[in-house]
């Protein structure tokens, strides 16, 4: 009888201990036994530490790793994917929970899939200790399959949505080849839509993922993914990244900037791009549109903080807004700036006058 390949489930928590011993625990009673629980401690001060180590120290096949300080919920889902040699991953939060079939089937289907590289289930979101407060949209599964990695990859563009078609046991010889994660609104957008690039996505229609309260607001959610929150930063520093201001532009164009590295033919992935604006603005495009208008309103006063700011810093600040800005006439160029770019532009230039 051959043997069970090995699953490295490796689970972040911060500050989780009214959460994280009730998702170890859906971990710990899994059928698929040959797996290896890492538990990564991204630098908690609550009482979770200690639960972390009550589990490592009870059971032989639960390791623990300890960070020094928070790195947010971007760098714990990258360290997620490092832990461990098995050749399948699953990420896992510590909060949300599986069910005890939940790695068996997700397994089954790998095994005799060869071509798939992350299989995820069906979910609902909770509340409290059971409190179920509805299940996820059929659609917001993904079924990125077939031999044509473009076509999968405008599967994921056109229906992700969020949770739980993230949370799945990935094929790690796929995730070791995923470019690092940037500090981006839409990251796990941008990361998904990689990975079906490189092997089909399947799902169970089954409901064996819970998730703990639901989403978050899409603004909070990019506010704490710029490298400013992860310094324990206000989003708006002077010296930050502005794209957490259009968070769904940011997103879309995130999938120019990943499309562009990956290692596809030319035609591919200029084929790739030319599909980012029309199938994210039939997604998207009231609220992109509203997005870009905000930024519109709110480049005077940024414009004019770079005015006053000393000529690095100014520079710097330069660099940034135009990412944001570059990214909104992309995406919504309806909403146009013409002016207020050459007006940066002209903020930019006595770099050369002054050479």
């Not at 949300?96 to 289930?121: Q, S, Y």
């Not at 591919?268 to 603005?281: K, N, Q, S, T, W």
């Not at 004019?304 to 330069?318: G, K, N, S």
């Amino acid at each position: 009888m051959r043997e069970q390949p090995t699953v490295d489930v490796n689970l972040f928590v911060y500050n989780g201990a009214e959460t994280v011993a009730r998702a170890i625990d859906s971990v710990l009673r899994q059928t698929w036994k040959p797996v290896s629980l890492t538990l990564i401690d991204d630098g908690s001060n609550d009482g979770t530490s200690d639960i972390l180590a009550g589990y490592a120290a009870r059971y032989p096949h639960v390791h623990l790793k300890r960070n020094r300080r928070n790195g947010g919920a971007i760098a714990g889902f990258q360290r997620a994917f490092w832990h461990g040699d098995a050749d399948f991953v699953m990420p896992k939060s510590g909060d949300d929970l599986i069910a005890p079939d939940f790695i068996e089937r997700m397994m089954g289907v790998l095994l005799d899939k060869p071509a798939c590289v992350m299989c995820h289930a069906a979910g609902l979101v909770f509340v409290g200790a059971d409190d179920v407060r509805g299940a996820y949209p059929p659609e917001h599964r993904l079924s990125a399959t077939g031999a044509d990695p473009v076509a999968r990859a405008r599967h994921v563009m056109r229906r992700y949505t969020s949770s739980p078609s993230f949370w799945g046991v990935y094929r790690r010889a796929a995730a070791d080849q995923l470019s690092p994660i940037r500090y981006r609104a839409g990251w796990d957008h941008a990361l998904l839509a990689e990975l079906a690039l490189l092997g089909e996505i399947r799902h169970d229609p089954e409901t064996f993922y819970w998730r703990r309260d639901g989403g978050k607001p899409v603004r909070q959610l990019a506010r704490a993914a710029t490298a400013q929150a992860r310094a324990g930063l206000p989003a708006d520093d002077p010296l930050g990244d502005c794209r957490w201001r259009t968070p769904l532009i940011t997103t879309a164009f995130s999938h120019v900037e990943t499309f562009a590295a990956t290692p596809l033919p030319l035609a591919d992935r200029r084929a790739l791009i030319a599909e980012v604006a029309p199938i994210f603005r039939a997604r998207w495009l009231a609220p992109m549109r509203r997005e870009a208008l905000a930024l519109r309103a709110a480049l005077p006063d940024l414009i004019e903080r770079i005015r006053t700011a000393d000529f690095v810093e100014a520079q710097l600040a330069c660099a940034e807004l135009a990412h944001a800005m570059h990214a909104s006439q992309a995406l919504v160029p309806e909403i146009d700036t013409a002016p207020m770019r050459i007006e940066l532009a002209a903020l930019a230039a006595p770099a050369a006058v002054a050479a």
